[in-house]
C-alpha cells in the first residue's frame, strides 16, 4: 500500500495531535464548549461543571499551556477564554488535508465569541 503524503508539516502534524489530546478529556472539553459562551472565572465553571475547584484550575492549567485558553487577570478574578487563533490554526490545519475541506469554517460550527490570544 503507498503511502499518502499529508497536506501538514510534521510539526503541524504533532501540534494537531497535542491540541486533539486536550480536548480529548471530557472535563476539558466541557471548559471549552462553556467558554465558547465568553469568559468565566474559575467558581462559575466550577458552579456550571459541578466539579471540585483544584479539579477545573487543573484542566485549565492545561488548557493554557497548550494554548487553548487564555487568562486574564481583574482584580482578584482569572476570567478564561477561548483562544480564538489556536482553534482557528488547528481547524486551518486539519482542513488542509481534506479535499474541498476549504469551505468548512470551524469558527462557524463553534460560534467563537472570546477574544483573540
Known amino acids: 500500500m503507498a503511502?499518502?503524503?499529508l497536506g501538514i508539516k510534521r510539526e503541524a502534524l504533532r501540534d494537531l495531535c497535542q491540541f486533539f489530546s486536550l480536548l480529548s478529556d471530557e472535563t476539558r472539553l466541557g471548559l471549552?464548549?462553556?467558554?465558547?459562551?465568553?469568559?468565566e472565572?474559575?467558581?462559575?465553571?466550577?458552579?456550571?461543571l459541578g466539579l471540585a475547584q483544584?479539579?477545573?484550575s487543573h484542566h485549565l492549567g492545561?488548557?493554557?499551556?497548550?494554548?487553548?485558553?487564555?487568562a486574564e487577570r481583574r482584580g482578584k478574578q482569572v476570567v478564561y477564554t477561548l483562544n480564538v487563533?489556536?482553534?482557528e490554526g488547528a481547524g486551518?490545519?486539519?482542513?488542509?488535508?481534506?479535499?474541498g475541506?476549504?469551505?468548512?469554517?470551524?469558527?462557524?460550527?463553534?460560534?467563537?465569541?472570546?477574544?483573540?490570544?
Open 85 to 87: 487563533r489556536t482553534l
Open 32 to 39: 471549552c464548549l462553556l467558554l465558547v459562551e465568553g469568559g
Open 41 to 48: 472565572n474559575v467558581g462559575a465553571l466550577c458552579g456550571k
Open 3 to 5: 503511502k499518502r503524503k
Open 92 to 99: 486551518k490545519s486539519l482542513l488542509k488535508g481534506i479535499p
Open 54 to 56: 483544584p479539579t477545573v
Open 101 to 117: 475541506g476549504g469551505a468548512v469554517k470551524l469558527g462557524g460550527v463553534l460560534n467563537v465569541k472570546s477574544g483573540r490570544g
Open 62 to 70: 492545561l488548557l493554557r499551556r497548550g494554548r487553548v485558553v487564555n
